[in-house]
């Protein structure tokens, strides 16, 4: 993944040294020239990651990035998502909150949703969690959630499967019980994939044990930033 981060800043260096360069973009503003720089950008970015993480994304990351719009309505997406993660790192603080692009990348390990052992089963402190988390995602109902369930790789690969699908959605099913529409959520279930520690240590096995979403905007929220573009 550092591969294709490193390219999609070269190729964000190289558009916006050209862009700023050019006779028509010094008879600009910079707003404007933002918009040209970041459509610009999201299309080859979207074209070099798209490539590898296909649209809509089989991981959490690539769910975001394949909800990019790109241009001045973007930037405002960008600025309601910046918001948004703040609210979510200072309501769980042991969370790894991401912004990427015009969307949220959110990891809840182990410490922040615990499930029983080798089950679905939410625990107490993984429900204390997310009510947390339900309180912002109320805040911004104009989003839409993936929720991507990991195991470690102890057991069979074929139980840990099954058993990230249930586990995620168990997530969901927590938080439409709590009064956020189930529409808003998609599951996904990756098993032993994408560890993002050694599963050769117990700490390592914790952290791979995981939930994370993917936050993107959805459609009324991509019109609503569309015309306020054009104001």
Request: glycine content about 14%.
């Amino acid at each position: 993944m550092k591969k294709f981060s490193i390219v999609a800043l070269a190729a964000l260096m190289m558009i916006g040294s050209v862009l700023t360069g050019c006779e028509a973009a010094k008879n600009t503003n910079k707003t404007q020239r933002g918009a040209g720089i970041g459509a610009a950008a999201g299309a080859v970015i979207g074209g070099v990651l798209g490539n590898n993480l296909g649209k809509g994304g089989n991981t959490a990351l690539g769910a975001v990035i394949g909800g990019v719009v790109g241009g001045v309505a973007g930037g405002v997406i960008g600025n309601k998502m910046d918001k948004q993660a703040r609210e979510i790192d200072q309501a769980i603080p042991g969370a790894e909150v991401e912004r990427v692009g015009e969307g949220i990348k959110l990891v809840l390990n182990e410490n922040a949703v615990r499930f029983d052992t080798s089950k679905s089963t939410l625990t107490a402190t993984a429900k204390g969690n997310l009510d947390k988390l339900v309180t912002v995602f109320n805040q911004y109902p104009d989003t839409d959630i993936v929720i991507f369930g990991y195991t470690d790789s102890t057991g069979k690969v074929e139980f840990n499967q099954t058993l990230s699908e249930q586990r995620a959605a168990s997530v969901k099913s927590y938080l439409v019980s709590k009064g956020i529409s189930g529409t808003r959520f998609t599951t996904k279930g990756m098993g032993i994939a994408d560890p993002i520690a050694s599963n050769e240590t117990v700490e390592g096995r914790s952290q791979n044990r995981r939930v994370e979403f993917a936050i993107t905007a959805n459609q009324k929220m991509i019109q609503d930033a569309e015309r306020e573009a054009k104001q």
